[in-house]
């Protein structure tokens, strides 16, 4: 016989999923009270209700609603194979998506001391530097990690980072130890999110976890690419029509151009490369027998050059009266 106090247990969390169109399931398994109590804090001043639940009853809640919404099959078999999990259920009271969610928990980690057994969440590297160690023993310990060190003022210094441990290696007792006594804490301490739910959606950590400015670049690059493939295959869109219309108007006056048939956009382009044509042609021509206007241009140019000739004589003799000046009184 099911004992009363989990039967309603159960029935108060099929309530509580009932009402919540968004929910997260956390594993807080290996997290310190203390750091536990801290997240639980900043989780309540952003108005969500933080829950553990076993396992076994969440599973129940959920078969209760899957004829209601099939979606939460999906979450009774992710669970299901989930053998090392501590379900923290994760509320919001308002409208709050799981990514901002997710960034609660990212800014309320904490780092604690490495234990044997534990993986590395990311390479763990002894920095260069000083130390407070003064030589003896435990330069037999930094040689066995192939540590390069030097003693300056009495202290061993450490001349190039090292990495003790790689991501994703287990972290050993000598390792542990080691990182220990530099006082480094390389895990990261914080309640995970497995899975959320969110109007039907379901997310897991690894979608959870990606940056929004990294959504927006790719969504960015998605319309660049949909722009340029619109102008490629000529398919008019609302972001599109002015670049193709636009772009036809430049081919269709080239066309015209070239061709010789004149439109009200190229007709004087057209008159004026006619024009210069025939003013560079009539140059070969007699001079009696050219266009007025072309001597008249001509006569002007000549004129032009000949008072720019002067000009420069001009400037000649007053240099040239000027050093005679020079020379006259000794400059």
């Given at each position: 016989m099911?004992?009363?106090?989990?039967?309603?247990?159960?029935?108060?969390?099929?309530?509580e999923l009932?009402?919540?169109?968004?929910f997260a399931?956390?594993?807080?398994?290996?997290?310190?009270s203390r750091?536990?109590?801290q997240?639980r804090?900043?989780l309540?001043?952003?108005?969500?209700?933080?829950?553990?639940?076993?396992?076994?009853?969440l599973?129940?809640?959920?078969?209760?609603?899957?004829?209601?919404?099939?979606?939460?099959r999906e979450?009774?078999?992710?669970?299901?194979?989930?053998?090392?999990?501590?379900?923290t259920?994760l509320?919001?009271?308002e409208?709050?998506?799981?990514?901002k969610?997710?960034?609660?928990?990212?800014?309320?980690?904490?780092?604690?001391?490495?234990?044997?057994?534990d993986?590395?969440?990311?390479?763990?590297?002894?920095?260069?530097?000083?130390?407070?160690?003064?030589p003896?023993?435990?330069?037999?310990t930094?040689?066995?990690?192939?540590?390069k060190?030097k003693?300056?003022?009495?202290?061993?210094?450490?001349?190039?980072?090292?990495?003790?441990?790689?991501?994703?290696?287990?972290?050993?007792f000598?390792?542990?130890?080691l990182?220990?006594?530099f006082?480094?804490e390389?895990?990261?301490?914080?309640?995970?999110?497995?899975?959320?739910?969110?109007?039907?959606?379901?997310y897991t950590?690894?979608?959870?976890s990606i940056?929004?400015?990294?959504?927006?670049?790719?969504?960015?690059g998605a319309f660049?690419?949909?722009?340029?493939l619109?102008?490629?295959?000529?398919?008019p869109?609302?972001?599109?029509?002015?670049?193709?219309?636009?772009?036809?108007f430049?081919?269709?006056?080239?066309l015209?151009?070239?061709t010789g048939i004149?439109?009200?956009?190229?007709?004087?382009?057209m008159?004026?490369?006619?024009i210069?044509?025939a003013?560079a042609?009539a140059?070969?021509?007699?001079?009696?027998v050219?266009?007025?206007k072309?001597q008249?241009e001509?006569?002007?140019?000549?004129?032009?050059?000949r008072?720019?000739?002067?000009?420069?004589?001009e400037?000649?003799?007053?240099?040239?009266?000027?050093?005679g000046?020079?020379?006259?009184?000794g400059f």
């Amino acid at each position: 016989m099911v004992a009363p106090w989990k039967v309603e247990y159960v029935n108060n969390l099929v309530e509580e999923l009932k009402k919540s169109s968004t929910f997260a399931i956390a594993n807080a398994m290996d997290i310190p009270s203390r750091s536990m109590q801290q997240i639980r804090k900043s989780l309540k001043q952003n108005n969500v209700y933080v829950k553990v639940v076993k396992k076994t009853l969440l599973i129940k809640a959920l078969d209760k609603l899957v004829q209601e919404n099939p979606k939460y099959r999906e979450i009774m078999e992710f669970l299901e194979k989930q053998k090392r999990i501590t379900i923290t259920l994760l509320i919001p009271r308002e409208d709050m998506n799981p990514f901002k969610l997710y960034r609660i928990l990212e800014e309320n980690k904490s780092y604690r001391a490495a234990r044997p057994g534990d993986i590395a969440p990311n390479d763990i590297v002894i920095p260069s530097g000083p130390t407070p160690f003064t030589p003896g023993p435990i330069l037999s310990t930094l040689k066995k990690f192939n540590l390069k060190t030097k003693v300056e003022g009495g202290k061993i210094v450490i001349t190039e980072d090292k990495i003790v441990a790689k991501k994703g290696e287990e972290v050993t007792f000598e390792i542990a130890d080691l990182l220990n006594k530099f006082g480094i804490e390389p895990i990261e301490v914080k309640l995970n999110i497995v899975l959320a739910y969110d109007k039907g959606i379901i997310y897991t950590e690894d979608i959870l976890s990606i940056p929004p400015e990294k959504y927006i670049e790719d969504l960015q690059g998605a319309f660049r690419k949909a722009v340029a493939l619109s102008l490629e295959i000529v398919l008019p869109t609302k972001y599109s029509k002015e670049l193709l219309l636009k772009r036809a108007f430049e081919n269709a006056v080239k066309l015209s151009l070239k061709t010789g048939i004149p439109s009200k956009d190229t007709i004087k382009p057209m008159l004026k490369r006619l024009i210069a044509t025939a003013v560079a042609a009539a140059q070969y021509l007699p001079e009696d027998v050219r266009p007025i206007k072309i001597q008249m241009e001509q006569t002007q140019i000549q004129e032009e050059k000949r008072e720019e000739k002067s000009k420069e004589e001009e400037d000649k003799k007053d240099e040239q009266a000027l050093e005679g000046l020079g020379s006259l009184f000794g400059f």
